[in-house]
């Protein structure tokens, strides 16, 4: 099986930046592409971003093209997410996730086999 932990979460000013971290352990040789998604209060996950295998292929959501980035280190079995420009309207539980081999990149919660607890991140205006 596949654990994923996430870390990096806090709270930041409107206009700072952050960067999470999810590592995964465990049967590692299973996880091919990776995403990271968030959950607000009271509403389900929300698709961010996710990256290929070879960490060649991105894909984000249109709320945080330009402001975020999505990478990855196979050699640490790590992926991050750093986030720049930070609007209160980020504010969320932010959790990844991980495939076992689909042939392209997944922007719902119904294409990812594993996933973390998540790590908040909070916003202030």
């Known amino acids: 099986q596949v654990q994923l932990v996430e870390s990096g979460g806090g709270l930041v000013q409107a206009g700072g930046s952050l960067r999470l971290s999810c590592a995964a352990s465990?049967?590692?040789?299973?996880?091919?592409?990776m995403a990271w998604f968030c959950q607000a209060p009271g509403k389900e996950h929300e698709f961010v971003a996710a990256?290929?295998?070879?960490?060649?292929?991105?894909y984000y959501a249109d709320s945080v093209k330009g402001r975020f980035t999505i990478s990855r280190d196979n050699t640490k079995n790590t992926v991050y997410l750093q986030m720049n420009s930070l609007k209160p309207e980020d504010t969320a539980v932010y959790s990844c996730?991980?495939?076992?081999?689909?042939?392209?990149?997944?922007?719902?919660?119904?294409?990812?086999?594993?996933w973390g607890q998540g790590t908040q991140v909070t916003v202030s205006s």
């Open positions: 996730a991980a495939d076992r081999g689909r042939l392209r990149l997944g922007g719902a919660e119904r294409d990812y086999d594993y």
């Open positions: 465990g049967r590692t040789s299973s996880i091919n592409n």
């Open positions: 990256i290929s295998w070879g960490g060649t292929t991105t």
